[in-house]
């Protein structure tokens, strides 16, 4: 369960949301410019908002109130949230391999609830492993993007248009893996996308966002 | 090509200051390059102009005031020298000094360029998989670095080789001890019959200069290709 309640203000745009989300898969869309992946980033504590608050599973993320004076911010190496972006953002100079268990690694045995193994075999990634990340295809590169996020084992997996570069017959290659992702390592996601397509396909319930707010909740 | 004593010793000492002076760039160098790249601060346009001054004045003046601060009489001179019993003046560790002032803008700016290329992205992918962001420095941008990194070092031994005005300045013209390569050119080329030597040096420099540049371009791709860029 995701509570946001948040201002966020940068030079003239404010982004200000308040809601739950609490659905295994939640689409967000919207016109470009709205606010969609400032939300991601503030979620994942790449942005700091300069009032609110944000809880993940009742774990206060983000408590910033200018009254009282609280100030609590989790930063994102210990949020525990997974962010996929548009163009997978692998390490250039790490092999696919090493790519996928450069979270892994930063977790202990304990916070560990995937292995390798069912990750390379989840995503049908085990030809890649010992490849550089300049030799895969858009396909490829965002099927391990999405294997190095899941294998982190995070609480909530954030998805920033994570499709939109690819062409359809690869669109609908990947699509599946997140249904993947839903049934089988039972991660709740956020997945940003301007498709009406991919949000029928994947999400269980759509907000939508103009000019930085929440305008509709449609589950 | 037979080179006497006084020629191997230009050249010896040479690559020394020209090792030192970079060993010295290293660090202070990467710092600034990623400070100048990635923080805004106060009066940072000041620090930027400050720190590349030395590319853009004439070399005696770094060695002048380095003369005035780290001479014996200077206030650091004195200082290193009660205190550690350091001197810089008239020897190679002044050399060292004035070769690693006059080349460290080259560090700082390929530093510099080499950071502004990274797609911070990568940086905030890390930071979501769980890595603090001193771990995340020194597992995404610093190995991203490398290729600019290994520019800059072999630019600032490069520009060492050649520094001339500063080191003549500060610490003089003295064989075996304060003469390099261009020094001691410059010395060959007062002598009546010097322009053997002359000759012979500057063939030396050339080919310094060039297997520096292409050793600079061999390593950089490499490195490239290692980070995973492809370049035409």
């Known amino acids: 369960m995701l509570n946001l309640d948040f201002t966020f203000q940068r030079d003239n745009f404010c982004l200000h949301i308040c809601t739950k989300i609490d659905a295994p898969i939640t689409g967000i869309s919207g016109p470009s410019g709205s606010g969609k992946s400032t939300l991601l980033a503030v979620i994942a504590g790449l942005l700091k908002p300069q009032c609110g608050h944000i809880a993940l599973n009742n774990r206060t993320l983000l408590s910033q109130h200018s009254v009282d004076k609280t100030n609590a911010f989790i930063p994102p190496h210990k949020r525990k949230v997974g962010l996929v972006f548009q163009d997978g953002q692998l390490l250039p100079h790490l092999s696919v391999r090493n790519n996928l268990l450069y979270g892994y690694r930063n977790i202990s045995e304990e916070q560990r609830h995937f292995s390798l193994r069912e990750i390379v075999e989840l995503f049908e990634i085990d030809h890649l492993l010992e490849r550089k990340i300049n030799t895969l295809s858009g396909g490829e590169k965002q099927r391990v993007a999405l294997g190095r996020a899941v294998l982190y084992s995070p609480e909530l997996l954030l998805l920033d248009e994570p499709i939109s570069a690819l062409d359809e017959r690869l669109k609908h290659q990947i699509l599946p893996f997140f249904l993947r992702i839903k049934s089988e390592c039972k991660i709740p996601m956020i997945y940003v996308t301007h498709s009406p397509n991919e949000i029928e396909f994947l999400t269980d319930t759509r907000l939508i966002m103009n000019n930085g707010q929440l305008i509709a909740n449609e589950s | ?232």
Request: proline share 5%.
């Open chain 2, 1 to 232: 090509m037979n080179l006497t004593e006084p020629e191997w010793q230009a050249l010896a000492l040479s690559a020394q200051v020209g090792v030192w002076a970079t060993l010295l760039c290293l660090l202070p160098g990467i710092s600034c390059g990623w400070l100048l790249a990635r923080k805004d601060f106060f009066a940072k346009p000041a620090f930027e102009a400050l720190l590349f001054m030395p590319m853009v004045l004439p070399p005696t003046v770094p060695g002048y005031l380095l003369l005035v601060t780290f001479g014996s009489q200077g206030s650091v001179g004195k200082w290193l020298k009660n205190n550690f019993n350091v001197e810089f003046v008239f020897n190679w560790k002044g050399a060292v000094l004035a070769s690693a002032i006059i080349a460290f803008p080259l560090m700082v700016q390929a530093a510099k360029l080499s950071v502004q290329m990274i797609d911070r992205r990568l940086e905030q992918a890390a930071s979501t998989l769980g890595s603090s962001p001193f771990k995340v420095w020194f597992t995404v941008t610093l190995p991203l670095m490398l290729p600019g990194i290994l520019v800059g070092l072999i630019m600032v031994f490069s520009r060492s080789l050649g520094e001339f005005g500063a080191t003549i300045t500060f610490v003089g013209n003295i064989a075996g001890e304060t003469r390099t390569l261009p020094l001691a050119i410059y010395s060959a080329t007062h002598q009546v019959d010097g322009d053997a030597m002359a000759m012979r040096l500057i063939f030396i420099s050339l080919a310094f200069a060039f297997f520096a540049l292409l050793l600079s371009n061999i390593l950089s791709r490499r490195a490239e290709k290692w980070i995973g860029l492809n370049r035409a």
